[in-house]
Each structure stands twice: as C-alpha cells, then as structure tokens.
C-alpha cells in the first residue's frame, strides 16, 4: 500500500508545540507520512517568542527543490512565512509544481507575539491565496485579510466570501478567539456555508492547536478525504487533542497528538448532543481505568453505556464497540467509544429507560457475594433475576433481566445482578442518571472495600 506523503513549510518551534514540530507530529497522527522545510527559527518557549531568524529565500527554494527533485508530496500545507519574499518563492514553487496546498497564514503566535512582517498580509493576499485549496484563517487573521471586524456569525460568513473571491477554492475560520461556550468554525466552499460547532475547553491555551489543525486537514486530504469530510473530522481530532493536551513548562499547554487512534477517532462528525453524550462517557471511561481494580472486570470484560436523552434504540446509547478488559498490571480499553456500539448494554439501558427515562447510564462488573454485600453497606437498591426463569422466546435477556428485577422492586434500583447459567459467567450492573453517577457508586463501592 502507497504511503500518503505531506510537505509542510514552516517554522520551527523548538518547544515542540507548534510549526513543523506540530505539523509532523499531526500528519503522523493521521498515518501520513510528513516532509519538512524550513522557514525560519525561532528563539521561544511555552510563554514568549524572543527571536525569528528568517532563512533566507534562496535556500527555502533549495530545501524545496531538492525535495521535490526525488519525491512528490499529496498536499503542501504552509504555515509561519514570515516574510514578503518567502511568500513569494513559497508561491512560486507551488505554482510551478502544481502541488495543492492548505495554508495557515500564520500571523501571531499563541503568546500574543508577532510572527510576520508588516509586508507580509499583502503577498499572502496576492501570491498564496489565490493558488490555495483550503486557506484555515483563525479569526485575527481572518479580520487582517480582510479588512473586517469579525464578531458574528454573518460577519464570518462575508470574511469566508471575500476570501474565495480571493481565488481560495475552500475557506474555514477558525472561530476559537470569539466568546461563548460553544467554539463555532464557518466552512465555505463556494457554494454552501457549513458550521461546525464543538464545546470549549475554558481551561486550556493549547498552543499549537492552529497549526495542528491545518495539518491534520491537510493529512486527511492526501489520503483522498473530500475538504467538508477532512475538516469535520480534523475538529473533532483537534477537540480530543486539546482535551488531553499537558503543560510541560511555565507558559501555554500544548496538545497530546499522541492520543489519536482507531479508539479515539470517529467515523463520522456527530451532532452537538451525540457529541456532549460522547464526551461524557469518554471522559468517565478514562477516569474509571485510572482507579479500576483488576479483580472487578468480569472475563467477558466491561462495557459502559450512556443513552441519549430520547433514547428508542440501540443506536441511540453510545458505548465501547468492544471491551474493558485486563492487562498484565492494569485496565485497557479496547475498541472505540461509539452510537450503536453495544447491544447488551444499550438493552439494559433502554429497558430501564421504560420505567424511569432518567436512568440512562449503565456498566457492568464481575460478581461476587461480597461485592454485592457491599454495595449494601453503602445503602444502594439492589435488584435481581435468575436466568433460569427467562421464557424461551424471549429475545434479548438483558431486556427480559432487568425488566424483571425492575418489576419486582417497581422502581430501578442501582445495582442489578445474576448469578449466572449454563454458560453465561454471572454479573453485576451498575446504573445510574449518567456516567459521572454509576462512577460515583464505582467509587463508594472501592471505598467500602477498603
């Protein structure tokens, strides 16, 4: 299978959170394989930019010819030029090349310092964009480019316009410098406005993340992803990385591109509530593998539940499409988190959902009388069924299950179990309003133990 390839030219960072250190680390994140010319170096750290040392543009041109001489990148994607004649011999070889190329016209940095010349707005305007397949403004830069003050939705949308008619064949602001809980990003493609929307995490700078972001989308456009599908998906990459970012010195955190894997990107971008249901859920799930025991997961391995508000089907529960499961020292999850993943504790959930909407969050764990005379101790509602009194037609036991312990005590207690059958390895349940609740009795259970 052909290695996808993505040149970036840009900057050095030498914390490692932004320029091409990021944008490497982006493009192996998405399995592309990345090319790197430098721009200029830079003296900073997490907190200020002291220094640009511009490379001079005869041996920009040099890095790229060599290059391009021996391979051939799927995408370009620029970020800090710095400087009109970089621009310039940056556009040139696009151009000559015939290369697509997604451009992140770099402007300030993070910390609030300036990472272009005065000269420099005007050669992006006129060399760089109008060969550009996507152009990712954040919104400074946005307002730079264009002229305007960007403080509404429809203010966005006429920056976007005015970009394409720049020659930008694809248009996204990056709406993170605006107030409001939600971070909402306008894509524009020439035809239709697209807006994308994901929860702000308040607490973090996530230095880097404009970078991090252009790459990404440039990475899934080499291996063949359509512009929408590409920056769809790059956010919600984006979101997971910043969510997990760290601080590794005195000034901005900077994203966890490690993070992204087959558990941890979606298959498709999900609606504003699938997607607060998601992170709910992923959220409570990392928790829960950082203080689970071993000898609280059953063989069969743990699956964790949490339904939408409405739920009717098991399309509509998001749990692991696969299992927590036992390694040799500690819990792993295996399998991604997902709408539709898991049958058996979507039919608990839904069942439970019939006599009390609000109980929507489920998860199972191993049996054992102890364990269930605990959750005693601490004064949870416990409820039960024997498997040897299910009916022969009976399609999913989970339903029938906990249908029948919830009828017997009519009301959902916290804890549901069996103690098994001809095959079937006994188990416990823990339920609840939502993920943080079921860990919470996960908790007062351990603390019980102790």
């Known amino acids: 299978m052909k290695k996808r390839i993505a040149l970036t030219i840009a900057g050095s960072d030498p914390s490692g959170g932004a320029g091409v250190q990021a944008d490497i680390k982006s493009f192996n994140a998405v399995g592309v394989h990345g090319l790197s010319v430098i721009t200029c170096l830079t003296v900073q750290n997490t907190k200020r930019v002291v220094k640009i040392i511009s490379i001079s543009p005869k041996e920009i041109s040099q890095q790229i010819d060599v290059l391009l001489e021996d391979v051939k990148p799927d995408i370009v994607k620029t970020g800090m030029l710095y400087e009109k004649n970089i621009v310039s011999i940056v556009s040139d070889r696009i151009s000559q090349n015939d290369l697509r190329v997604v451009v992140d016209p770099v402007m300030v940095a993070t910390s609030g310092d300036s990472l272009s010349k005065s000269d420099f707005v005007d050669a992006i305007k006129n060399k760089l964009i109008p060969i550009t397949f996507i152009l990712t403004p954040n919104i400074m830069e946005a307002e730079v480019l264009t002229d305007l003050k960007l403080s509404t939705l429809e203010s966005i949308k006429k920056s976007c316009k005015d970009l394409y008619d720049l020659g930008a064949k694809n248009v996204l602001i990056k709406g993170g410098h605006l107030k409001g809980p939600m971070v909402k990003d306008v894509f524009f493609d020439g035809s239709k406005f697209n807006v994308l929307s994901l929860p702000r995490i308040d607490e973090k700078k996530a230095h880097g993340s404009g970078c991090t972001l252009s790459a990404v989308i440039a990475g899934l456009i080499a291996k063949g992803i359509t512009p929408l599908d590409a920056v769809n998906n790059a956010k919600y990459i984006i979101w997971n990385m910043i969510n997990q970012g ?205």
């Open 246 to 450: 760290y601080i590794i010195g005195k000034g901005s955190d900077v994203l966890d591109h490690s993070v992204i894997n087959v558990c941890d990107v979606p298959l498709s971008f999900p609606s504003n509530t699938r997607f607060s249901i998601w992170r709910e859920l992923k959220d409570a799930i990392d928790e829960l593998l950082n203080f689970l025991p071993l000898n609280l997961i059953p063989e069969v391995g743990i699956n964790f539940g949490y339904a939408l508000k409405d739920a009717k089907s098991t399309r509509d529960v998001c749990a692991i499409n696969g299992r927590i499961v036992k390694t040799l020292y500690h819990p792993a999850r295996i399998g991604e988190i997902d709408f539709g993943a898991s049958k058996h504790i979507a039919s608990i959930i839904l069942a439970a959902m019939k006599y009390y909407p609000n109980t929507r969050c489920a998860m199972n764990i191993k049996f054992s009388k102890e364990t269930i005379e605990n959750f005693k101790k601490i004064n949870l509602s416990i409820g039960n069924f024997d498997r040897t009194d299910e009916p022969k037609d009976v399609k999913s036991t989970m339903e029938w299950g906990t249908g029948k312990a919830i009828s017997k005590l009519n009301y959902v207690p916290d804890i549901i179990y069996d103690e098994g059958g001809l095959g079937k390895e006994p188990m416990i349940r823990i339920l609840g309003k939502d993920p943080n609740d079921v860990i919470g009795k996960a908790h007062s259970l351990l603390k019980s133990r102790i």
